[in-house]
């Protein structure tokens, strides 16, 4: 029962355009998100959260959209650059409890073409 | 620099054996997780552990077990490998008291088991 799905396996950009990352979940009481990156034989490494408050939060090209009655989250990463390259894992997790355990979605593998 | 290491970047085991895979961090993190990685189905959740001596199972805890002995380090234990257990394996860790805090991962143990 995968409870965070990202459905695209892959994605392809071109240099300087916009690259949108998708990311749906099904477990209501979901209330913190969060994106990671991952470069192969590396550890992933953190980008950007939202709280369930608040429908966006941006850092530099990066922006999380949440949209909560859709149960759907999306990166956006404008612009694109082939540094990007990289496995994008979306995760979800309710806050308050003794661990804040992660639920990971399956990954996109983002491919940013010069 | 804040780090969580694992021993191992690359393994090599063979079938029946008992295999130890240590990671310790050094940021006096409450709560250590272990993942294993796998194409198409992400990041997935074999055990965490949320205090010295404590643990809990995660989605696919068969055919592993786990030690945390002391509050750095947390080992995931192979008991018999099989070769379903080919994986990349990546601890994390992060922090109990503060809700928002995602997870700091290691590099990751490419294990392969023969």
């Known amino acids: 029962d995968q409870q965070v799905k990202q459905n695209s396996p892959s994605l392809s950009v071109q240099e300087g355009r916009i690259s949108i990352l998708n990311c749906d979940y099904t477990?209501?009481?979901?209330?913190?998100f969060l994106w990671y990156k991952k470069y192969p034989a590396e550890g992933p490494t953190f980008l950007i959260s939202i709280s369930s408050i608040k429908d966006k939060n941006e850092d530099g090209r990066f922006t999380v959209f949440l949209n909560k009655s859709a149960k759907h989250l999306s990166l956006h990463i404008v612009p694109s650059q082939p540094g990007d390259s990289a496995v994008y894992f979306c995760?979800?997790?309710?806050?308050?409890?003794?661990?804040?355990?992660?639920?990971f979605g399956t990954g996109t593998l983002l491919a940013v073409q010069p | 620099d804040v780090k969580v290491t694992q021993s191992s970047r690359y393994l090599v085991k063979r079938t029946g054996e008992k295999v130890f895979l240590e990671c310790v961090q050094d940021m006096d993190h409450e709560n250590m997780f272990w993942y294993r990685q796998d194409p198409g189905l992400g990041l997935r959740l074999i055990y965490f552990s949320y205090d010295v001596k404590m643990k809990e199972k995660g989605d696919i805890p068969e055919g592993y077990s786990v030690s945390r002995e002391k509050k750095e380090r947390f080992s995931l234990i192979l008991e018999s490998a099989s070769t379903n257990q080919t994986s990349m394996y990546l601890c994390?860790?992060?922090?109990?008291?503060?809700?928002?805090?995602?997870?700091?991962f290691g590099s990751g143990t490419r294990l392969t088991v023969v």
């Open positions: 477990n209501s009481m979901f209330d913190y």
């Open positions: 995760a979800a997790t309710r806050l308050g409890g003794a661990t804040n355990k992660l639920i």
């Open positions: 994390a860790s992060n922090r109990r008291d503060i809700p928002n805090y995602g997870y700091t």
